[in-house]
């Protein structure tokens, strides 16, 4: 949907492994600029516990598969066997878009839409991912998959030109990305 005067909202994507606290940075980034408009991706896999119910569209399998199917989402990823996906946007005039994907879909995205903003977040160090993973309730050995796959998907974000954001303080990661999102802005009028 157009923004003003005719510009297309502008597509910011927040990814990186898990564990990196793409969430909690997103949630900031909301907060702090009403611009922001998060596009809810859509999964498969079961609720964390403790993970709030709108954190994700759940849903099985067919379902997902069929939303697929009908040309629903912008991107879709399959990891650890379950499957991810991000609807087509719709937002009000005026807003930006914020997808917070794994660097599987912002690859996709990326291709699409060349033009999209892409930021990737990764956690200080390999010890503190696998502390964040089990701290929100994966079990180990899933904690261990993920955290195996953080190098491969760093390589790939830095591989698709995006700005590495490492989250070590939380504020200073915040205002990193805010900087970078005011940078792209200053080019279009919205």
């Known amino acids: 949907m157009p923004g003003p005067a005719g510009h297309p909202?502008?597509?910011?994507?927040?990814?990186?492994p898990g564990g990196v606290g793409k969430g909690t940075v997103v949630e900031r980034l909301l907060e702090?600029?009403?611009?922001?408009?998060?596009?809810?991706?859509?999964?498969?896999?079961?609720r964390r516990p403790g993970e709030a119910a709108?954190?994700?569209?759940?849903?099985?399998?067919?379902?997902f598969e069929r939303y697929s199917a009908e040309g629903g989402f912008l991107e879709r990823a399959?990891?650890?066997?379950?499957?991810?996906?991000?609807?087509?946007?719709?937002?009000?005039?005026?807003?930006?878009?914020?997808?917070?994907?794994?660097?599987?879909?912002?690859?996709?995205?990326?291709?699409h839409h060349p033009e999209a903003l892409l930021i990737f977040l990764e956690a200080p160090s390999r010890?503190?991912?696998?502390?964040?993973?089990t701290g929100r309730g994966d079990p180990t050995e899933v904690a261990a998959r993920r955290v195996a796959k953080a190098d491969s998907e760093a390589g790939a974000g830095r591989d698709l030109g995006a700005h590495l954001v490492v989250?070590?303080?939380?504020?200073?990661?915040v205002h990193e990305i805010e900087?970078?999102?005011a940078a792209a802005r200053g080019g279009a009028t919205y």
């Open 32 to 46: 702090a600029d009403p611009r922001l408009w998060l596009s809810r991706s859509w999964t498969t896999r079961s």
């Open 127 to 133: 010890d503190v991912q696998m502390q964040r993973l």
């Open 179 to 181: 900087a970078v999102i």
């Open 54 to 63: 709108d954190a994700y569209t759940f849903v099985d399998r067919e379902t």
């Open 78 to 111: 399959e990891f650890l066997d379950n499957l991810y996906g991000t609807p087509m946007p719709q937002t009000e005039p005026g807003l930006d878009v914020v997808l917070e994907i794994d660097v599987q879909g912002a690859a996709q995205v990326k291709q």
């Open 9 to 16: 909202p502008m597509i910011i994507v927040v990814s990186g």
């Open 167 to 173: 989250n070590d303080d939380l504020e200073q990661a």
